[in-house]
């Protein structure tokens, strides 16, 4: 037993040994290429604060790497309206499933007087009348992204930005913008949806392989609309 033991620990020590020398060879062989095996080489260069949407004090609040993740954040979302009611009502692009509004009824708790009267429509207005107490936050990012064209956000190795507010103000822009739509106030559901992919834009440059799984949904959802 003794000698097995002795055998696996001394192939295990080579195969560690063996795969380092591997590694270095590919990593000086990236290097060569001009094309390094470090993030820091990729990391683009950083960006003027008033340049930067993620600066924009609207949001700013929440990307405070001197601060727990979520702790801005709770604190906002409790004071919020919680989306989770209306996610069944944006439909999904990807399987041809549209929008539909007179969910917007049940997912909220209100009964129309008449059927006929939960209408597409009426469905749509019932939402942004959900959405007014983020409106005020949802307009400013909206203004931001007029000024402020590209994204990024100062993140070490022990800190990533709370994804929750991301997904948030994901889900209500485009909410909202499928909304605005369905009323025919076409030139604020775009303002919504420019706002929304410039979000996920920026989540790109995040140095984390999460990221970019997180860029991917926002993206797709900021499309539903359309």
């Not at 405070?64 to 069944?88: F, H, I, K, V």
């Not at 007014?132 to 070490?156: S, W």
């Not at 995040?206 to 970019?212: A, M, N, Q, R, V």
Request: proline letters at 6%.
């Amino acid at each position: 037993l003794g000698v097995t033991a002795t055998l696996v620990g001394a192939a295990w020590v080579e195969e560690n040994i063996r795969g380092d020398i591997v590694l270095r060879r590919f990593e000086k062989r990236c290097a060569d290429e001009g094309k390094p095996l470090s993030f820091s080489f990729y990391r683009p260069a950083p960006i003027p604060d008033s340049d930067n949407l993620f600066r924009a004090p609207v949001i700013a609040r929440f990307f405070d790497p001197n601060e727990s993740a979520d702790e801005a954040w709770n604190t906002y979302e409790s004071a919020t309206p919680r989306l989770g009611e209306l996610g069944g009502i944006l439909g999904d692009w990807v399987h041809g499933k549209g929008t539909d509004f007179t969910k917007a009824f049940p997912a909220l708790g209100k009964t129309p007087e008449d059927q006929a009267q939960a209408t597409q429509e009426s469905g749509a207005r019932l939402v942004l009348e959900a959405l007014k107490n983020v409106g005020p936050d949802l307009d400013a990012l909206d203004l931001a992204t007029e000024t402020r064209r590209r994204a990024q956000i100062d993140v070490n190795a022990n800190y990533l930005p709370p994804f929750k507010a991301l997904l948030y103000f994901t889900r209500a822009f485009n909410v909202r913008a499928a909304a605005e739509i369905e009323l025919g106030q076409t030139e604020k559901a775009y303002r919504d949806i420019l706002a929304s992919l410039q979000l996920s834009e920026g989540v790109e440059h995040f140095p984390h392989h999460l990221t970019l799984m997180m860029g991917c949904t926002m993206a797709s959802i900021s499309l539903q609309p359309i």
